[in-house]
């Protein structure tokens, strides 16, 4: 495929996104499945909340069957940037319906889920335990500091939320305990 086919493709797909309707919706997806750049992410990341349900369904759809591992660092630099919450929810849902690993960015999703309300940390307790791991003890490390900075400063805002960073600080705990543990193996 030569490069000026592909940019006349993902123009084309362009056209077809602009237009705000399913069929053109579904056009412009099935060009960027066969031509799309981790780039082409951002502006369907930004089209979402401008569409109806149905159109927000398939765009999320698209993006939770994204295999490129390019693309894992596309949707945190998008979440780390975006400051609306109904927005990020909607990432986040794509994110949990994936298969891309996200096991590097552990403290980055356990921030979010003490930052966020009770929806957005019942999202983030799903992706993170989908995380198969190991991680790194200074993911778990700086996993448990926003834990602890969340309990000392921001006192849970409902006993919804307080069960869910329950959660996610019992996964951090469990996958410390098992990082401690093959510690104790090497040394014997």
């Not at 502006?43 to 401008?50: A, E, G, M, N, V």
């Not at 966020?116 to 983030?124: H, R, S, V």
Request: proline share 3%; aromatic share 8%; glycine share 2%.
């Amino acid at each position: 495929m030569s490069v000026n086919t592909q940019k006349k493709k993902l123009q084309e797909a362009k056209n077809y996104l602009e237009q705000n309707n399913l069929g053109a919706l579904k056009s412009a997806l099935a060009i960027y499945k066969q031509y799309g750049t981790p780039d082409i992410l951002v502006l369907l990341f930004q089209t979402l909340q401008s569409r109806d349900r149905s159109q927000q369904q398939e765009i999320l759809q698209f993006l939770s069957d994204v295999t490129d591992l390019n693309t894992v660092q596309v949707f945190i630099d998008f979440l780390q940037d975006q400051s609306d919450a109904a927005l990020r929810k909607l990432i986040l849902s794509a994110i949990w319906n994936s298969k891309l690993p996200f096991d590097e960015h552990l403290p980055f999703f356990v921030m979010l889920a003490t930052q966020g309300d009770f929806l957005e940390a019942l999202d983030c307790l799903t992706i993170i335990e989908n995380m198969t791991g190991p991680f790194d003890e200074s993911q778990l490390l700086e996993s448990q500091l926003l834990l602890k900075e969340y309990l000392e400063e921001r006192a849970p805002q409902s006993d919804q939320k307080a069960q869910i960073m329950s959660e996610i600080a019992r996964f951090v705990k469990e996958q410390n305990e098992g990082i401690d543990a093959d510690l104790l193996l090497d040394n014997q």
